[in-house]
């Protein structure tokens, strides 16, 4: 069966699979040498609601975690992002005092609850980072297209309409296509990006969350939980996992 913490074991994926599960296997992640894949974890569950325990196997999870353990799962995801302060030392303590009292389940909550505050303060760093004038170059070489009458593609040479100002939403961002009237790029449930002619305050489905990855590209992760992905035919959709398809370099215009 292998490793139940790994990077793809049975006991990551079960506990990623719910609200906030990702802020609990992070550390794991981070200590089978995949920071990365705990980044895109934490981010991932922080668009969730975590307003109560995951599952109740994340209290077993937690106290299997050392204290410095805890402190790695609260440490920013990128250089640049907010440090170690005194709040989140003040949570590790927290927890760390109700896992030695035996209350693992509150110490679980503790974390989760403190691991979405600075997951959040991290994205606020990072959509200020992405936004601009800004083309978007898919993996394959392609840029991202908005069209007059509402469609999403990738083609292979930029003109006008691959030209986007992302606005940066405090922790999410908006891609407004060149286009007049603003037009956004919105992510429908069922996979289908198209671009709409409405507010981002009217319409959640137009903000997307930023990640940027260690090779500097960035990743793109709407409100259903799903990333922004790049098809080598040139269409475009959104789909559950984060892997080279759904990196994009931001080029300015």
């Given at each position: 069966m292998g490793n139940p913490f790994s990077k793809g074991g049975f006991f990551?994926?079960?506990?990623?699979?719910?609200?906030?599960?990702?802020?609990?296997?992070?550390?794991?992640?981070?200590?089978?040498?995949?920071?990365?894949?705990?980044?895109?974890?934490?981010?991932?569950?922080?668009?969730?609601?975590?307003?109560?325990?995951?599952?109740?196997?994340?209290?077993?999870?937690?106290?299997?975690?050392?204290?410095?353990?805890?402190?790695?799962?609260?440490?920013?995801?990128?250089?640049?992002?907010?440090?170690?302060?005194?709040?989140?030392?003040?949570?590790?303590?927290?927890?760390?005092?109700?896992k030695k009292a035996g209350d693992n389940e509150k110490a679980a909550r503790i974390i989760v609850e403190e691991g979405r505050r600075c997951v959040a303060d991290n994205a606020k760093a990072l959509s200020a980072e992405a936004g601009g004038r800004r083309r978007v170059r898919s993996f394959h070489g392609t840029y991202l297209r908005g069209t007059p009458d509402d469609r999403a593609d990738f083609v292979p040479v930029p003109r006008e309409w691959e030209c986007w100002y992302i606005e940066d939403w405090k922790g999410k961002v908006a891609l407004k296509a060149i286009h007049s009237p603003g037009r956004f790029l919105r992510a429908y449930g069922n996979g289908h990006v198209g671009v709409a002619p409405h507010h981002p305050n009217d319409c959640e489905e137009e903000l997307w969350t930023p990640l940027q990855n260690d090779d500097e590209s960035w990743s793109f992760l709407n409100i259903h939980g799903k990333w922004l992905s790049a098809n080598r035919d040139g269409s475009i959709t959104t789909v559950e996992k984060c892997q080279e398809w759904e990196c994009f370099r931001l080029e300015t215009w």
């Open positions: 990551t994926k079960l506990v990623e699979a719910v609200p906030g599960g990702g802020f609990i296997t992070a550390p794991f992640h981070a200590l089978h040498g995949n920071m990365e894949e705990a980044t895109k974890a934490a981010m991932k569950a922080v668009t969730s609601s975590i307003s109560v325990l995951p599952v109740p196997g994340v209290s077993t999870v937690i106290s299997n975690l050392t204290k410095d353990a805890m402190k790695e799962l609260l440490k920013p995801p990128r250089t640049g992002g907010p440090p170690i302060n005194g709040r989140l030392r003040s949570a590790v303590d927290a927890a760390d005092e109700a």
